[in-house]
């Protein structure tokens, strides 16, 4: 089985800094990308940032704010959170698109933690 664990949510006033991190674990062949998402209260799911071996890619509304970086010995994603807005305000979920021999590549999501940003 494959389980990706987030940490690092919580309460934080506006302005204020917090870094998430997802940690990989099970039977992982390799991890191609990795990302961060979000789901606001009453709304979609939306891409906060991805990650590959080659690039990075972030929501226009995070940009220049969040900054995302991986450990591929540790299997880990991070999302570091600076300048917090409340409308950061979300559930935030860890996406990996992950090959697992035999069984196949596949995205996997994590539990989801909680941002929550006071104005």
Not at 73 to 92: C, F, H, I, R
Request: charged share 15%; glycine share 10%; net charge positive.
């Amino acid at each position: 089985q494959v389980q990706l664990v987030e940490s690092g949510g919580g309460l934080v006033q506006s302005g204020g800094s917090l870094r998430l991190s997802c940690a990989a674990s099970g039977s992982i062949s390799s991890i191609y990308a990795m990302g961060w998402y979000r789901q606001p209260p009453g709304k979609q799911r939306e891409l906060v940032a991805t990650i590959t071996t080659v690039n990075t890619k972030y929501a226009d509304s995070v940009k220049g704010r969040f900054t995302i970086s991986r450990d591929n010995a540790k299997n880990t994603v991070y999302l570091q959170m600076n300048s917090l807005k409340p409308e950061d305000t979300a559930v935030y979920y860890c996406n990996a698109d992950i090959l697992k021999l035999p069984a196949g590549r596949n995205g996997y999501w994590g539990q989801g933690t909680q941002v929550t940003v006071s104005s």
